[in-house]
T-cell receptor, first 111, second 112 residues
Framework: DGGITQSPKYLFRKEGQNVTLSCEQN?????MYWYRQDPGQGLRLIYY???????QKGDIAEGYSVSREKKESFPLTVTSAQKNPTAFYLC??????????FGSGTRLTVV | AQSVSQHNHHVILSEAASLELGCNYS??????LFWYVQYPGQHLQLLLK??????LVKGIKGFEAEFIKSKFSFNLRKPSVQWSDTAEYFC??????????FGTGTRLLVSP
C-alpha cells in the first residue's frame, strides 16, 4: 500500500542535541510538508518542498532544517536552536489537487 | 496572510444529537476548503473537500459541509453523531500551491 512512513514514533532529546525525524513516501508525490501540532494550536507549517532539491520556510521554521535530496524523502532536523521542541510532528505529501496524505507522526519530547 | 478560525474548541454531544462545527477563513480570492479528522491515535484523514461547483459537499461517514462564500465559512455538519465520531476535527484552506493553512481544531466528545 502506498503511504507515508514517519520514524521513529517516539523520540526523546536531551537539551542541546540535534535530532532528525524521518519521513518517506512511496506515493510519487512531488510536494512534501512538515507540520508541528500543539494542543489548542492546530497544525503549523514548518517547511515544505515542491520539488527535489528545493524547499521553502513555513510559518515557524526557526530552529528547524530540512533537505530534499530524493523525491521520496524529506527529513526534518530539530536543532538546539529550537527553544520549545516538545511537540507532535506530522509529515505530509500531496500531488495536484488530491489533498494531503499524512504520516502517523513523531512525538518528540525534550528530557 | 490567510487564516482559519474554528470557534468551537471543545464540543460535547450525546449520541444521536446533531453536529455543526464552525469554520471561517480570511482570504478574498479563490479557495479550496477541507475538513480533516484525527481519531485518537490515528492519522489525519480527509473527511471532505470543496474546490468548486455545488457548495454543499458530502464526505465520508455521513458528514457534509456547506461553503458560503459571502460569509467566508465552511461549516461541518452531521445530522446524528455516533460515539465513534469522537475525534479532533480540523478545517483547512488552500490558497496557493497546495499549501494548507489549518485551524486550531475542535475536539468532539460524543457520549454514549
Amino acid at each position: 500500500d502506498g503511504g507515508i512512513t514517519q520514524s521513529p514514533k517516539y523520540l526523546f532529546r536531551k537539551e542541546g542535541q540535534n535530532v532528525t525525524l524521518s519521513c518517506e513516501q512511496n506515493l510519487n508525490h512531488d510536494a512534501m510538508y512538515w507540520y508541528r501540532q500543539d494542543p489548542g494550536q492546530g497544525l503549523r507549517l514548518i517547511y515544505y518542498s515542491q520539488i527535489v532539491n528545493d524547499f521553502q520556510k513555513g510559518d515557524i521554521a526557526e530552529g528547524y532544517s530540512v533537505s530534499r535530496e530524493k523525491k521520496e524523502s524529506f527529513p526534518l532536523t530539530v536543532t538546539s536552536a529550537q527553544k520549545n521542541p516538545t511537540a507532535f510532528y506530522l509529515c505530509a505529501s500531496s500531488s495536484g489537487d488530491r489533498g494531503y496524505t499524512f504520516g502517523s507522526g513523531t512525538r518528540l519530547t525534550v528530557v | 496572510a490567510q487564516s482559519v478560525s474554528q470557534h468551537n474548541h471543545h464540543v460535547i454531544l450525546s449520541e444521536a444529537a446533531s453536529l455543526e462545527l464552525g469554520c471561517n477563513y480570511s482570504y478574498g480570492g479563490t479557495v479550496n476548503l477541507f475538513w480533516y479528522v484525527q481519531y485518537p491515535g490515528q492519522h489525519l484523514q480527509l473527511l471532505l473537500k470543496y474546490f468548486s461547483g455545488d457548495p454543499l459537499v458530502k464526505g465520508i461517514k455521513g458528514f457534509e459541509a456547506e461553503f458560503i462564500k459571502s460569509k467566508f465559512s465552511f461549516n461541518l455538519r452531521k445530522p446524528s453523531v455516533q460515539w465513534s465520531d469522537t475525534a479532533e476535527y480540523f478545517c483547512a484552506v488552500n490558497t496557493g500551491f497546495q499549501k494548507l493553512v489549518f485551524g486550531t481544531g475542535t475536539r468532539l466528545l460524543v457520549s454514549p
